[in-house]
């Protein structure tokens, strides 16, 4: 194209000339030179990485990461922290920090409301019925049994994601995402990616018929190793001496409930004989499923020849032991730093596996989480802070009562996400204002122990409480299409249920969460500290891939250390 323009440039001299004897014209040419010398002396652009590795750590806060820093291997997370880029503010703007809407921002550059996924499970608005993120009662597990709830499909993600541009621009870029759960696997592989999920039934893993009518070889001779099995019997033993783990929480706290909760940890019951589904669940609160998610992922980079051609691969892997074990033991524990160590020593085996198999000059590595998590009520109330559980049945039975008083008879509202949804029959029936049924309901809401923040739907539609405590990231977490009709917050350190510890607010210890990139080709080391959203991973990735960012993304590129 440029020497077609010089050759005919040469043609017309004499006009040529005259054009440029203006003092201005000459300087526009002596430009135009400077960026054709430019362009013929500017270096090849950057190839493309060969494959992008996604790793999630469900459930794991930005504090234990810099807590444990000094007990890391040489290579796992480390790899990150001292030689990749680690962007160490970083948070989700969305409020209900929870799995699914974590797992459908990551690489969708989209929060809540815009992709559509305001939980892990809700009720349809219209109907009341039950609804699971991932749910699709027109798919089924492969060679499984499948509930009606059970996760099969991204039907109800309202967003593409970036493997989903990437294979748009090329089919044969590929998409392979796996996890422990299904919503970590099927959220991030978008429409056109492939989901694989770990089956608690058997110790193996599945896709769907949302994908495939059929395992290829290589899924069907990984689970014929039943490596699942090889677990049974064994124990979790700590990593490291005792004293290793003064600054985290001894084992057998009280409020781990009558099961306890201590190192080391026999992986199925005593009397068992043989392994079962009971196991195979155990096995998700240990280190034990992430190493055979991590197994499944080198199976697929050789099954499925991820980073061997010039054409990008996304292989994006949710390991979901950590939010079990914090669920179970909270953050603070013995038992979650032990795993955290664990799963930084499998991290580090697999990036070595990486090189050798793909090639340290060929790959980025991402990592970050869905959400981080909060500590143990009773372990904040003996630190002194206002901390405790809500009975939520009991909550929304004075509620409807309160609501019954005012409204009449009739069961009022249910709980779908993180919001409370009005019984669309009964108000159709009844003819009561919706408006001061939102008004009411936030009333009786916000006399409970325990309860925050609530805004109606008039005011989420209309943004009119702008600027009001959690307004914005509660917005965020609110989709006018799914949602109820109020949404609420709990204090923080409350927390819904009788587990230790869990997650869903929009606190620090929730939104709070690594955002780590290691690829020497393309990401110089280094620490920012300037504060990040997830949401900016999405279109940070699809400039790396060469590709557009998704269309709903509303992040930016990530401040990259240079
Ligand atoms: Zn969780």
Redesign the pocket.
Known sequence: MISVNLSATATMKPAFSRYFSHPLRLSLALLLAAVLAGCASAPAPEPKPKLLVFLVV??LPQRQITGYRDQLAPDGLARFLERGAWFSEAHYGHAFT??GAGHATVLSGAYTHRNGIIGNEWRDAQTGEREYCTGDTTATYIGHKTQPLDGTSPKNLRVETVGDVLRAADPRAKVIAVSGKDRGAILPAGKRGTAYMYMAQSGQFASSTYYMQQHPAWVNSFNGRKLADGYFKTQWKPLLEEAAYARSLPDNQRWYGPRGGALPMLMGSPNDDAPGPAFYSQLLRSPFADALTLEFARAAITGESLGQDEVPDILSISLSGH?YV??QYSAESRLSHDHLLQLDRLLQAFFADLDAKVGRDNYIAMLTAD?GFMPAPEYSQAQGRDAGRVNGGQVLTRVNDGLEKRFGPGNWVSYSGSSLLFNRQLLAQTKVDANALAEEARALLLAEPGFAAAYTRRELESGSAAGRPFFEPMRKSWHPLVSGDVQYILKPYWMFGTGTA??GSPYEYDTHVPILAWGPRWVKPGRVDSRVGVVDIAPTVARWLGVAAPSSAEGQPLPLPN
């Open positions: 469900d459930g929870v799995t939010d914090n669920h959400h869990t997650h």
